[in-house]
């Protein structure tokens, strides 16, 4: 079993950037693909990026690339989420999660964390 811990979200300014951190503890970080999913109020979870165990796949939703990049440092158990450029629409609360494999669908995660609210202002 790992435990997820999501920070570094918080009010930016539409254009400016955050960087999320997700820390990971207990089994080892470095066997479970990571992913980051978001969800806006009254909005589904959508999936945002993904990245393999050892770091050399990641995938992304497409209306994110070239904005959000997804990251993992497995020497210190922790995944990040850089984003870039935000908008408004970006507003939601961020979880990662953490599976067997990379995948883009939330069902494919075991582990979630508890979120981190993340707001873009106009």
């Known amino acids: 079993q790992v435990q997820l811990v999501e920070s570094g979200g918080g009010l930016v300014q539409a254009g400016g950037s955050l960087r999320l951190s997700c820390a990971a503890s207990?089994?080892?970080?470095?066997?479970?693909?990571m992913g980051w999913f978001r969800q806006a109020p009254g909005k589904e979870r959508e999936f945002v990026a993904a990245?393999?165990?050892?770091?050399?796949?990641?995938y992304y939703a497409d209306s994110l690339k070239g904005r959000f990049t997804i990251s993992r440092d497995n020497a210190k158990n922790t995944a990040y989420l850089q984003m870039n450029t935000m908008k408004p629409e970006d507003t939601a609360v961020y979880y990662c999660?953490?599976?067997?494999?990379?995948?883009?669908?939330?069902?494919?995660?075991?582990?979630w964390g508890q979120g981190t609210q993340v707001t873009v202002s106009s």
């Open positions: 999660a953490a599976g067997n494999y990379i995948a883009t669908m939330g069902g494919a995660y075991d582990y």
């Open positions: 990245i393999q165990r050892s770091g050399g796949r990641t």
């Open positions: 207990g089994r080892t970080f470095s066997s479970y693909a």
